[in-house]
């Protein structure tokens, strides 16, 4: 099967842009969960989507939103970029079902510069 | 609150020894805990992982141990080779609820293994 693959690999944005950031899952994998990672913060959680629904969501703020299509592909996108929005963005599918119980794979992550 | 910690910013061990890597959490709803290999700019890797009605998995070289009282994982190693060296995530998540799709991750552990 092939992995989690994510689309672009490398972005540079200037602040005030917006960005889509897009993530194919494994085969049959019907959830999709997006993290953040920065130097600072870690990797911490942004949102979940399952069937074309959020079912979770971190503490970010608005700017950050998700959605995910009938194929279970999911996109995220951030709307006025700021300096702070500089990270790896990593997309995780498992096959999501259970509330919790299985395991995540990761995508290789987008890493977004904005300058 | 950071809920998941790994206390060990880094370790360093000899080509065939043992690797013990530490995770402590302080939410009693976590069922589920994750070890996660990665390396500058990729995704997460995922190692291994265990329930919370086990107190022990193995999987070839790698194995987790649980240790609820105490609200404690390791991660051993045996033996540790130099492919081994990166950065080491202990991650968790609970069933349902506000912990669909979201992992707890720690700060990470590096580790390194000289030959």
């Known amino acids: 099967k092939a992995g989690v693959t994510q689309t672009p690999r490398y972005l540079i944005k200037t602040r005030g842009q917006q960005v889509t950031l897009s993530c194919s899952p494994i085969s049959g994998h019907r959830s999709v969960s997006w993290y953040q990672q920065t130097p600072g913060q870690g990797l911490q959680f942004l949102f979940e989507?399952?069937?074309?629904?959020?079912?979770n969501k971190g503490n970010f703020p608005g700017r950050f939103s998700g959605r995910q299509f009938s194929n279970s592909r999911s996109e995220m996108n951030v709307s006025t970029l700021e300096l702070g929005d500089s990270a790896l963005y990593l997309c995780?599918?498992?096959?999501?079902?259970?509330?919790?119980?299985?395991?995540?794979?990761f995508g290789p992550g987008t890493r977004l510069t904005v300058l | 609150d950071q809920q998941v910690k790994q206390n060990s910013p880094s370790l360093s061990v000899q080509e065939g020894r043992i690797s013990i890597l530490n995770c402590d959490y302080t939410n009693s709803m976590f069922d589920y805990f994750l070890w996660y290999k990665k390396y500058p700019a990729e995704g997460p890797t995922f190692l291994i992982s265990i329930s919370s009605i086990k107190d022990k998995n193995e999987d070839g070289r790698f194995t987790v141990f649980l240790n609820k009282s105490a609200k404690h994982l390791s991660l051993h190693i045996v033996p540790s080779q130099p492919g081994d060296s990166a950065v080491y995530f202990c991650?968790?998540?609970?069933?349902?609820?506000?912990?669909?799709?979201?992992?707890?991750f720690g700060q990470g552990t590096i580790l390194t293994v000289h030959p």
């Open positions: 995780a599918s498992r096959p999501g079902a259970s509330g919790g119980t299985d395991t995540q794979y």
């Open positions: 989507y399952f069937s074309e629904t959020q079912r």
């Open positions: 991650a968790a998540s609970a069933k349902g609820g506000t912990s669909y799709g979201k992992l707890t």
